[in-house]
């Protein structure tokens, strides 16, 4: 399949250290926000959602912190495995509308 | 059970000629996505349907770009007149409901490259 991240950041780390991604969204007025994962030749893939009325969320492994005042999200990874190696996008959307505007991506490489 | 499903995986397509992309949503998905992702950056929202009423066609480029979705469940992306700019992955996502927000469930995509 092609390469999804030729030209995006690239963030790396060391297996079992705790990674943590960044994303600047645009729209003041969105009120959803999702982390995606996409490995090379597949489509994106859900890891975890946090709503405007929060400002943290945690899943499995990760956790979402979201700061509107600055309009910043970030992604955080504990515990980094191999199968986390791939690129990451954050996307934003306004709840009745439901389309995603996604943000430009981070590479992650994790080394063993 | 099965995930989104997109047909073909690959096309190559000369410039000028046009080419039909499928989708096929997880079964019982009332929404419906597509978007256009550029290599090495974020998927772009291309339009949306709501069973079989296209709500959202604002992130078409050109009206080179057509879809529909007849029955409310496979979807065809068409482009006329293929051109080199048009070379991208496009993806299909399809989703439960509509308002609140629903994951979406993203198809494999398809890689269209216009030589």
């Known amino acids: 399949g092609e390469s999804v991240g030729l030209h995006l950041p690239t963030l790396s780390v060391q297996e079992g250290d705790n990674s943590i991604i960044n994303c600047a969204y645009s729209?003041?007025?969105?009120?959803?926000f999702i982390w995606y994962k996409q490995e090379s030749g597949k489509g994106p893939q859900f890891i975890i959602d946090?709503?405007?009325?929060?400002d943290k969320r945690q899943g499995q492994r990760v956790t979402v912190l979201l700061n509107k005042t600055v309009k910043h999200l970030s992604l955080q990874i504990a515990a980094t495995q191999p199968g986390d190696s791939a690129v990451y996008f954050c996307a934003e959307s306004l709840r009745v509308v439901n389309k995603l505007t996604f943000g430009g991506g981070t590479r992650v490489l994790v080394k063993p | 059970g099965a995930g989104v499903s997109q047909s073909p995986r690959y096309k190559v397509a000369k410039r000028g000629q046009d080419v039909a992309l499928r989708c096929d949503p997880i079964s019982g998905h009332v929404s419906l996505f597509w978007y256009q992702q550029a290599l090495g950056q974020g998927p772009e929202f291309l339009t949306y349907f709501q069973n079989e009423a296209q709500l959202d066609k604002s992130g078409l480029p050109s009206d080179r770009f057509f879809a529909e979705r007849p029955e409310g469940s496979v979807s065809t992306l068409k482009i006329q007149r293929t051109q080199q700019e048009d070379s991208a992955v496009y993806l299909c996502?399809?989703?439960?409901?509509?308002?609140?927000?629903?994951?979406?469930?993203f198809g494999p995509g398809t890689r269209l490259t216009v030589t």
């Open positions: 996502a399809s989703s439960l409901g509509q308002g609140a927000p629903y994951e979406q469930y």
């Open positions: 729209n003041s007025a969105s009120d959803y």
């Open positions: 946090i709503r405007s009325n929060m």
